[in-house]
């Protein structure tokens, strides 16, 4: 058996092509999207992935508003500045990127922003409501994985799915996110004796732990979806994920690479929060 790749690029596309149609609707209302990025520091991987959120934005119809700030920023000042974000109606989405400079606490700056443009779903309000059920902006990576699980056309319902991975951005909202979608859900992490003997079980696998090569052929059970969450490099500097791939798509009946699974949809998806954020704000 040699497993079906699930196409986060493909899948992306197609989502995109859905944002910017629904981003011109608003526009044409005289109430266009928008999301406010803030950049505190110099850190390469945060430009990077700022870069590619204001393009997206840009690709997409959404309009971007970027503040960049030197480290010494204090946090009263990236307070006020949220502070006037929320206020601003023309204001849909704020995303703070993180990591921020040890002097400013994060948690105190995701509490800041206002739940309706929470579009990195990260808040503690934006975590109750996941817990309960309600309507809410869900983080964006664990919304892609599920949509990437939709797209194989596999009904979550009924099925064993093992989550790999504790993380208050994506394995804890993933796990809730399966429960929603009547799924049962395992949750393994650091301190779980023997994860093979969960993951042998699992028709779904979701692997959240930034550990190259944790997930092996043997601990997969025939024919199980599995979903590469994980951001690595190996020896050769080459992009990588949690899972073994070349040999665990021996095994799996559906799998994502990385690059190319999971990442492309992690902005789609805050690109689709941000929608929704700004449709709910219109009404």
């Not at 920023?73 to 109606?89: G, K, P, Q, V, W």
Request: glycine share 8%; net charge positive.
């Amino acid at each position: 058996m040699t497993a079906k790749l699930i196409d986060g690029v493909a899948l992306s596309r197609t989502m995109r092509a859905e944002v910017a149609a629904r981003a011109a609707a608003l526009r044409e209302r005289g109430k266009p999207p928008a999301l406010a990025v803030v950049l505190v520091g110099d850190d390469p991987a945060s430009q990077v992935y700022v870069r590619n959120k204001i393009k997206a934005c840009e690709e997409c119809g959404v309009h971007s508003i970027f503040e960049r700030y030197d480290a010494s920023l204090s946090e009263a000042e990236l307070l006020a500045r949220i502070a006037a974000f929320n206020a601003d109606a023309s204001v849909h989405g704020i995303l703070i990127q993180l990591p921020l400079p040890r002097h400013i606490d994060p948690q105190k700056v995701i509490a800041a922003i206002a739940t309706a443009k929470d579009v990195d779903g990260f808040s503690v309000h934006s975590a109750g409501c996941l817990v309960a059920g309600l309507p809410g902006l869900r983080p964006a990576t664990p919304y892609g994985c599920m949509k990437l699980l939709q797209s194989t056309g596999i009904d979550a319902r009924g099925k064993h799915a093992v989550v790999i991975g504790r993380s208050n951005t994506v394995g804890k909202p993933m796990a809730l996110l399966l429960l929603q979608a009547n799924a049962t859900v395992t949750v393994c992490h650091s301190a779980t004796p023997d994860l093979a003997v969960h993951t042998r079980q699992a028709d779904i696998v979701i692997a959240a732990v930034g550990r190259r090569n944790m997930l092996r052929a043997d601990m997969v059970k025939p024919g199980a979806v599995v979903i590469d969450v994980g951001m690595n490099r190996n020896e050769d500097g080459k992009l990588c994920g949690d899972v073994d791939f070349e040999a665990v798509r021996q095994v799996a009946g559906w799998i994502t690479p990385v690059p190319g699974g999971v990442g492309p949809m992690t902005i789609t998806m805050l690109l689709v929060n941000t929608l929704e954020a700004a449709e709910r704000a219109s009404v």
